[in-house]
């Protein structure tokens, strides 16, 4: 962005470098003309009618073309130096030597007017913040359930995704999905269309009696202000989004909140969620904190620390993944941070018992996660076996496992157990989707040469009959080839 930006000044400093040579030369030839005027006169008298006309024009038109230059050249200048201050102010720099007169918007600079207005205690450049700081009180709640357990929460959620909504999903699904929140705060969501993958985001937040924020991406966005806004220096209002309101919101809640980013790879997803993925990687919550302004008014809503939000410890964000194309491939920094839910299949309609929605808080939700990372901690027996693969497909693949996918695996397979699932197949799931998956960026005739003897080694350590999911991702990967 910032690379185009000042390609497009670049090219007008060269335009009005090239019209200022051009009134150089007119102004000289005009100098010319008058300073031998006798000669001209000697020059008409012995020339045609059309010789004359074209001097005569020449001596008129020559004035008026400088003056329209000069013109256009301010003009030029004025526009640059607008739109050099927007993207300045738009990206957090405010070093700008440029001449007041220059800025000057009706009667007054931009420069006053911005000092003007920061110590105007009657002027808000957040409304729709303030409003929400006016219902700060309204957002603190004491109906939640907290008399539940983990594995009842994910029952209750398919059945009333299927019976008050008309979604159904397999239990697995269900499963994966829980598990997923409760390791990253990313989720993920992959497969065909049609699958159901923004209406599970969608049920959940129903489900939990707090509406999904969905959020289209666009093909153009860039960075964190098409997410959440930005200040504009000619309204002197914040462009407040849906999503600035709502992580503004959460910070005065303990519901869950479900941030949907619809179609997130239709842009670059490393671009403009890039700090969101940083400072979800910070361990401690009241660090996260993401620059919304860079300075500090008088009137700014009470829950912005000197300019900066903090970024919600309820809020989790669910996107939505199509791989065709249209869409850009998500990277590896993005898939080694989230959790990855692949709705590959539809699920048979049915009837599952009556259930209601149940509203749970964000601290409950954590709760039970905690609860089944400790009461269903990964066997030793199956720490051996993730070791002994580990070295197989280093050795073999030059994959590895890494520091923070072992963590997310010893915090998903507890929680999956938790929400009814067993442990194998709590490691069938995640194996497939984060280890399995980096064979696609490898050598393709090496991995196919390499694959029976992965599917052997997955037989020898877990059972021919268990790991169906990775023997099957490893049986497309060679058919792909």
């Not at 491939?329 to 309609?349: F, G, H, Q, T, W």
Request: hydrophobic residues 40%.
């Amino acid at each position: 962005m910032k690379s185009s930006n000042n390609k497009k000044i670049t090219l007008t400093n060269v335009m009005i470098v090239a019209a200022i040579i051009v009134v150089i030369v007119a102004f000289i030839l005009e100098l010319v003309i008058v300073a031998n005027i006798e000669e001209f006169k000697k020059y008409i008298e012995e020339q045609n009618v059309i010789d004359f006309v074209y001097l005569i024009a020449l001596l008129i038109g020559t004035p008026i073309v400088l003056l329209v230059t000069v013109i256009v050249i301010f003009k030029r200048i004025r526009e640059n130096a607008r739109a050099l201050y927007r993207y300045q102010r738009h990206h957090g720099s405010y070093q700008l030597s440029l001449p007041n007169e220059l800025l000057v918007e009706g009667t007054g600079s931009i420069g006053s007017s911005k000092a003007s207005d920061k110590n105007n205690k009657n002027i808000s450049r957040f409304s729709i913040l303030k409003q929400i700081d006016k219902k700060r009180e309204t957002y603190s709640k004491d109906d939640y359930i907290n008399n539940i357990t983990l594995e009842m929460f994910c029952d209750d959620f398919r059945n009333y995704s299927a019976n008050e909504l008309g979604l159904y999903y397999r239990a697995e699904d269900i499963r994966s999905f829980i598990a997923g929140l409760g390791v990253s705060h990313i989720l993920i969501l992959q497969g065909m269309s049609g699958t159901g993958k923004t209406s599970l985001a969608y049920a959940f937040g129903r489900f939990v009696e707090n509406p999904s924020t969905v959020i289209p991406i666009q093909p153009m966005w860039k960075e964190r202000t098409d997410l959440i806004g930005y200040y504009n220096e000619f309204t002197k209002h914040f462009n407040e989004t849906a999503l600035l309101k709502k992580m503004y919101e959460a910070n005065y809640s303990e519901d869950i909140y479900i941030t949907v980013l619809d179609e997130m790879n239709i842009a670059r997803v490393e671009y403009y969620f890039a700090e969101f993925l940083s400072l979800l990687e910070l361990p401690r919550a009241d660090e996260r904190y993401m620059e919304v302004v860079s300075d500090k008014w008088a009137t700014d809503p009470a829950s912005l620390k000197d300019g900066q939000i903090q970024l919600p410890t309820n809020m989790w964000f669910i996107g939505t993944a199509n791989n065709d194309d249209s869409t850009f491939a998500i990277s590896d920094k993005v898939y080694d941070r989230a959790m990855i839910l692949n709705l590959d299949n539809k699920c048979e309609p049915f009837r599952g018992r009556n259930s209601s929605n149940l509203h749970l808080s964000a601290k409950d939700f954590d709760r039970l996660i905690l609860n089944a990372q400790q009461e269903n901690a990964l066997t030793e027996r199956n720490k051996e076996k993730l070791k002994e693969l580990d070295n197989y497909l280093t050795k073999h693949f030059q994959v590895t496992f890494g520091n923070r996918i072992m963590m997310q695996i010893n915090k998903y397979v507890p929680i999956y157990i938790g929400c009814g699932g067993e442990e194998l197949d709590a490691l069938d799931d995640i194996l497939s989707k984060k280890i399995l998956r980096k064979l696609e960026m490898k050598n393709p005739i090496y991995v196919k040469n390499g694959a029976d003897g992965l599917v052997d080694k997955l037989n020898e350590l877990f059972g021919e009959e268990a790991m169906p999911r990775c023997k099957q991702y490893i049986h497309n990967i060679v058919n792909n080839i």
